[in-house]
């Protein structure tokens, strides 16, 4: 809430200037030669957050290229060389790359989703299945590319990319407004932005799924006991750092999310399948063994043991029992 506060402060009163996101394609713009004007129409052109002169001026007297500068040569080699070191080699000489970062650029629907993605840290190409669902081709080269010129979301921690992208959605909400009357209308759709509840979720699939819903995309096919597994999980860990930090409110916090815990629990218990609670439970069992060395015959016996398994030899006389003796020839029964 504090930061919400602090982003409608900023954006109602136009103080203070947010980070750039687009810095890389900004000193493209500059390198090529155009005035702050001219960037800032290209800005507008593209839907692009504004930058103000005071932030123009100073990225400018950052540069310093080097002598015979041409950003159109591919010829001049320190000119592709200064420009390679900056990142914006591709994008001034307009290579595929380029081209298709730009198109996505364009595509508002691909590019919330492509913004979304990469504030969740989703794989490049977990975000090009989903394009390619709305009809849209692209590559993870190509998304990378809208990440480094457009969207450099990666250099932040995460508590200050949750105020940049507050700060933005409410400038922006209240850019579109044409009188005070909508207002409220614009701050409640800023603090719904799908980038700002991306920056509020953990980096897990089902936060990418929950920010796709907010985009608007059809929900995927999830099991629902694993969705609830999430949510006990999460609902825990939230209640026992409620419980942990002990600050103001944080014990009605932890007990609302006991209470979120207790109910996915219930809930949990109604969907899962018997067998499949049976299978987890046997999957706990673990067999004891002994990780002594198991003793072989030869101290058991103290040596007297033989290893012959050949059968006897034909027994001689006196082996056999008196009584069993006969005439020759005959054949001799032993007692049994």
Same mark, same amino acid.
């Given at each position: 809430?504090?930061?919400?506060?602090?982003?409608?402060?900023?954006?109602?009163?136009?103080?203070?200037?947010?980070?750039?996101?687009?810095?890389?394609?900004?000193?493209?713009?500059?390198?090529?030669?155009?005035?702050?004007?001219?960037?800032?129409?290209?800005?507008?052109?593209?839907?692009?957050?504004?930058?103000?002169?005071?932030?123009?001026?100073?990225?400018?007297?950052?540069?310093?290229?080097?002598?015979?500068?041409?950003?159109?040569?591919?010829?001049?080699?320190?000119?592709?060389?200064?420009?390679?070191?900056?990142?914006?080699?591709?994008?001034?000489?307009?290579?595929?790359?380029?081209?298709?970062?730009?198109?996505?650029?364009?595509?508002?629907?691909?590019?919330?989703?492509?913004?979304?993605?990469?504030?969740?840290?989703?794989?490049?190409?977990?975000?090009?299945?989903?394009?390619?669902?709305?009809?849209?081709?692209?590559?993870?080269?190509?998304?990378?590319?809208?990440?480094?010129?457009?969207?450099?979301?990666?250099?932040?921690?995460?508590?200050?990319?949750?105020?940049?992208?507050?700060?933005?959605?409410?400038?922006?909400?209240?850019?579109?407004?044409?009188?005070?009357?909508?207002?409220?209308?614009?701050?409640?759709?800023?603090?719904?932005?799908?980038?700002?509840?991306?920056?509020?979720?953990?980096?897990?699939?089902?936060?990418?799924?929950?920010?796709?819903?907010?985009?608007?995309?059809?929900?995927?096919?999830?099991?629902?006991?694993?969705?609830?597994?999430?949510?006990?999980?999460?609902?825990?860990?939230?209640?026992?750092?409620?419980?942990?930090?002990?600050?103001?409110?944080?014990?009605?916090?932890?007990?609302?999310?006991?209470?979120? &815990?207790?109910?996915?629990? =219930?809930?949990? @218990?109604?969907? /899962? +399948?018997? #067998? !499949? $609670?049976?299978?987890? %439970?046997?999957?706990?069992?673990?067999?004891?063994?002994?990780?002594?060395?198991?003793?072989?015959?030869?101290?058991?016996?103290?040596?007297?043991?033989?290893?012959? &398994?050949?059968?006897?030899? =034909?027994?001689? @006389?006196?082996? /056999? +029992?008196? #009584? !069993? $003796?006969?005439?020759? %020839?005959?054949?001799?029964?032993?007692?049994?």
């Amino acid at each position: 809430m504090a930061a919400a506060a602090h982003a409608s402060a900023a954006a109602s009163t136009g103080g203070g200037s947010i980070r750039v996101l687009h810095r890389r394609f900004v000193l493209a713009l500059l390198l090529e030669g155009h005035t702050n004007d001219d960037v800032r129409a290209v800005l507008e052109r593209e839907d692009l957050d504004e930058v103000d002169d005071a932030s123009l001026n100073r990225m400018r007297s950052e540069l310093s290229p080097p002598k015979r500068f041409s950003a159109r040569s591919r010829k001049h080699r320190a000119s592709v060389e200064y420009l390679d070191g900056l990142g914006v080699s591709a994008l001034i000489h307009h290579e595929p790359d380029a081209e298709d970062a730009l198109r996505l650029l364009r595509l508002p629907k691909a590019r919330d989703v492509a913004e979304c993605g990469l504030v969740l840290r989703v794989p490049l190409e977990a975000i090009v299945v989903q394009l390619r669902h709305q009809g849209v081709t692209a590559t993870p080269k190509a998304i990378e590319r809208f990440e480094e010129w457009f969207w450099c979301v990666s250099g932040f921690d995460r508590s200050t990319l949750r105020v940049i992208l507050e700060v933005r959605a409410v400038r922006r909400a209240l850019r579109r407004i044409s009188s005070d009357d909508e207002r409220a209308a614009a701050l409640r759709a800023a603090r719904s932005d799908p980038r700002v509840l991306a920056a509020s979720l953990p980096t897990t699939a089902l936060s990418w799924h929950i920010t796709l819903g907010a985009l608007g995309h059809a929900p995927a096919t999830l099991a629902v006991d694993k969705v609830l597994e999430h949510v006990r999980s999460h609902a825990a860990l939230r209640a026992a750092e409620s419980a942990m930090r002990g600050g103001p409110g944080d014990e009605a916090r932890g007990t609302a999310f006991i209470s979120i &815990l207790r109910a996915a629990h =219930e809930l949990h @218990q109604q969907v /899962v +399948p018997a #067998d !499949a $609670v049976l299978r987890d %439970g046997l999957s706990t069992l673990r067999l004891g063994t002994d990780a002594s060395q198991v003793p072989t015959i030869a101290p058991i016996s103290d040596g007297r043991h033989t290893v012959d &398994l050949q059968p006897r030899a =034909e027994a001689d @006389q006196s082996d /056999v +029992p008196p #009584d !069993a $003796v006969e005439e020759e %020839g005959t054949e001799i029964d032993f007692p049994s």
